[in-house]
């Protein structure tokens, strides 16, 4: 069943038709599904597929994978404030996406998932410079920063991850913040995320609020 409501939801955001990628949402919910078993095994599973084809520059454009990261932003954000897996608060962490980076919807699936466990996650959007994160994190009293990356740039530039580990280190904070990264680039090198100055990273949101709370339990991840 949920196989196919996947197949409905991919024809849906290829066609950028909103209302059928939610009747696709709502019939999965209506059949038992957890929220996050949709956003898993359905959304995130068709946003792949749909990468894919585009990709091979065959059936979709750029601009219609746009209009299906708009539509599965705003499932999203419907599902998120009904997953079911909460836990007692372990503090708080700031999350965005590293400066130049646009990709939203993998940080805001994170962000959903550590709101679900964690309570207090402050999300800062896209564009964000190290500077924001830093500052942020110490007006906030948080504990971690996570960076999402999607790009092989935006990981590695100076304002991104290794930016905030730099102002970490000069403003005597390494002791108190951690910093975890995600996204496409740490896929393709896991130790990627050593070399942006980063504590942990994790694949995907359940792995990275896992990852997240250890860090925030004392313990550091790496
Ligand atoms: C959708 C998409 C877009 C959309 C973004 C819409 C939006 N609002 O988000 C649009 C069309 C706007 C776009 C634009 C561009 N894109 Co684009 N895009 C993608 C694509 C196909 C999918 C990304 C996505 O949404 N995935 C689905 C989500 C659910 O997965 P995810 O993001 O990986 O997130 C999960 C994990 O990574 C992890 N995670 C993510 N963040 C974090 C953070 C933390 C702290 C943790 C712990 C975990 C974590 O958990 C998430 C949930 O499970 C990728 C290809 C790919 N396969 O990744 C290319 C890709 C990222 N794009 C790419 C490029 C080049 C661009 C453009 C430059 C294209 C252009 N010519 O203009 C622009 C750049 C815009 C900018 N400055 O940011 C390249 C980057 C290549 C590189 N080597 O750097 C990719 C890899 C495609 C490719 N193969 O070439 N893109």
């Known amino acids: 069943m949920i196989d196919q409501l996947k197949k409905n939801y991919l024809v849906a955001i290829l066609e950028t038709r909103r209302d ?10 209506d059949h038992g599904h957890s929220p996050e078993t949709v956003i898993f095994k359905l959304l995130i599973p068709a946003m792949e597929e749909m990468a894919a084809i585009v990709e091979s520059g065959e059936e979709a454009t750029l601009a219609q994978l746009y209009l299906a990261s708009q539509i599965s932003s705003q499932v999203t954000e419907r599902l998120i404030p009904i997953f079911s897996s909460k836990v007692e608060s372990r503090g708080t962490m700031i999350i ?3 400066f130049e980076d646009f990709h939203g919807l993998g940080k805001k699936i994170v962000s959903g998932c550590l709101a679900s466990r964690l309570v207090k996650v402050i999300d800062l959007g896209l564009n964000v410079t190290a500077e924001k994160f830093v500052d942020t994190a110490v007006e ?9 990356s999607m790009m092989v740039h935006t990981a590695r530039g100076t ?13 005597g904070l390494e002791d108190r913040i951690s910093l975890v990264v995600g996204g496409a680039p740490y896929k393709f090198h896991p130790e990627l995320y050593r070399k942006v100055g980063a504590n ?19 313990g550091r991840a790496s």
Do not use: C, Q
Request: glycine share 16%; no cysteine; aromatic share 4%.
């Open 20 to 29: 059928g990628a939610f009747d696709a949402i709502d019939a999965a919910l």
């Open 200 to 218: 942990a990273w994790a694949r995907d949101g359940m792995t990275a609020a896992g990852v997240i709370s250890d860090l925030m339990g004392g």
């Open 96 to 98: 965005g996406t590293a």
């Open 159 to 171: 304002n991104g991850p290794s930016g905030v580990r730099e102002l970490l280190i000069r403003r």
């Open 140 to 148: 906030n009293e948080a504990s971690v920063i996570g960076i999402s």
